[in-house]
């Protein structure tokens, strides 16, 4: 599918419908995925991180995140045909995990965002949340733990807030020890639906 590279990236420049149909088919296949999202704040902390940039580069799917990366893309003459950022995948990714009957695991964010996080978006979009975890734990010491709790939830996608860059590296880091098909990066997603 058609990238815009932009700083040593490759960016999916897709429609939302492409990157539901991304997701459907690596659940189906059983295929891991991560997902990470890209906005101008992200892209100037890279500069300054090469390990931010590495993780970014090793990623399967770079999604862009803002106006931001759309003018970016006008400027570049490589327009972006959407603007895929987490708030508004939302509703795609729980209607297909739900159609799919695929459950989601809520980590990340201060002790009870993701829990209440978890109840609005169960009543708003009717999927099933199989579990969720603060994300205020040691991530070199307790990650162990905390990713044994997220397999035996049996969630097929994960969606981890602990902000960027901290949340890229940990799904980098950690993901061949994870059960979901789906890793997605999604800053502070919990915080906004918990409000
Ligand atoms: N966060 C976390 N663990 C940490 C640091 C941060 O779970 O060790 C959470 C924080 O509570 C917030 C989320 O990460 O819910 C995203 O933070 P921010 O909005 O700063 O992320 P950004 O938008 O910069 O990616």
Redesign the pocket.
Known sequence: SPVFHLLGLDIDNITMEEAVSIMRKHLEQKKQCSIFFVNP?CLNKMVDDPDYFSTLQKGDYIFPDGIGLSIAGKLLQTPLRENINGTDMLPYLCTMASEDEKSLFLL???PG?AKTAAEKIKEAFDVTIAGTA???FDHDTQSDTIIETINNSGASILLV????P?QEKWIARYRGHLKPEILIGV??L??FYSG
Request: avoid cysteine; aromatic fraction near 18%; proline fraction near 0%.
């Open positions: 704040d990340g964010s201060k965002v603060n994300g205020y807030a602990f902000g960027a901290r800053g502070g919990f915080d």
